[in-house]
T-cell receptor
Framework: GAGVSQSPSNKVTEKGKDVELRCDPI?????LYWYRQSLGQGLEFLIY????????KSGLPSDRFSAERTGGSVSTLTIQRTQQEDSAVYLC?????????????FGDGTRLSIL | AQRVTQPEKLLSVFKGAPVELKCNYS??????LFWYVQYSRQRLQLLLR??SRESIKGFTADLNKGETSFHLKKPFAQEEDSAMYYC???????????FGTGTKLQVIP
């Protein structure tokens, strides 16, 4: 595809349910990032993948959050037993790996609403 | 620890007036700075990066290591500049990028 693709674009679910968010990065981008965007909070880093491994999971808010990436491509972010404070826009970004920090290309995000 | 501070949540300017969006950073290593922009109903996208030393859509930003700042400037604001602007700090080979909380720029016609 031409850009980073995220699905679903919107997700409404009840408190306590599990949700799975998907990210398709730009082909050839080795690095993949997940962020959470909340009103007034800016972009909160969640996790970073280099290939299929996650060298930095420091941003995951709790053990209810997990992410994986397979085939160096698609990534899924899973939130178990959702809470109302999980409501936010979840953004995925991808980039090349190179010398120094590379520009990130963002998807449209998944707007998650927990009732 | 890396930190990016954007002190203004909202900046309102009149069309044609100069714009300066402030960004200060905290990082002990050699910083790599970016500005990202999100226009209404569009995805977040790169505006410019300090190593490119270029002007994009009339915007420029100079890295001032002494003041640890990377302010975004434009001499004459246009209505289409209204958007959310995020300053971001990269840490070189590690790839992690820290974003500020963002500044909403509102250009008044």
């Amino acid at each position: 595809g031409a850009g980073v693709s995220q699905s679903p674009s919107n997700k409404v679910t009840e408190k306590g349910k599990d949700v799975e968010l998907r990210c398709d990065p730009i082909s050839g981008h080795t690095a993949l990032y997940w962020y959470r965007q909340s009103l007034g909070q800016g972009l909160e880093f969640l996790i970073y993948f280099q290939g299929n491994s996650a060298p930095d999971k420091s941003g995951l808010p709790s053990d209810r959050f997990s992410a994986e990436r397979t085939g160096g491509s698609v990534s899924t972010l899973t939130i178990q037993r959702t809470q109302q404070e999980d409501s936010a826009v979840y953004l995925c970004a991808s980039s090349y790996l190179g010398q120094g920090s590379q520009p990130q290309h963002f998807g449209d995000g998944t707007r998650l609403s927990i009732l | 620890a890396q930190r990016v501070t954007q002190p203004e949540k909202l900046l309102s300017v009149f069309k044609g007036a100069p714009v300066e969006l402030k960004c200060n950073y905290s990082y002990s290593g050699s910083p790599e700075l970016f500005w990202y922009v999100q226009y209404s109903r569009q995805r977040l996208q790169l505006l410019l990066r300090h190593i490119s030393r270029e002007s994009i859509k009339g915007f420029t930003a100079d890295l001032n290591k002494g003041e640890t700042s990377f302010h975004l400037k434009k001499p004459f604001a246009q209505e289409e500049d209204s958007a959310m602007y995020y300053c971001a700090l990269g840490s070189g080979g590690y790839q992690k990028v820290t974003f500020g909380t963002g500044t909403k720029l509102q250009v008044i016609p």
